[in-house]
């Protein structure tokens, strides 16, 4: 998934969320990344705009890390913080 791998890439600015692990710097262990489709579908029923929230395996109702994602050509995408709930 885009989210997770961009979220790994991204460790260095997102590591105040507490979602990595500090002394190696991966994503914790069971980090769920949960996406839902966001507008109007394209033909087939597939969306171009998500709302994601990232969040570890134990948390409590709209903890996480919330996301803006889109997909865009050729297989490139685009992945934009809105907010981190406690």
Known sequence: MNVLETAAHKWRTWRKYG???PSTHLL????QAVCR??????????YARFLCVLRPHVHRGRQ???LSYR???HGRYRVRVIAYRR
Do not use: I, Q
């Not at 914790?28 to 980090?31: E, L, R, S």
């Not at 489709?37 to 029923?45: A, C, E, L, M």
């Open 37 to 46: 489709g966001r507008g109007k579908p394209r033909p087939g029923k597939r």
């Open 19 to 21: 979602l990595f692990n």
């Open 71 to 73: 997909a865009l050509k």
């Open 64 to 66: 996480g890390l919330w």
């Open 28 to 31: 914790a262990d069971n980090t």
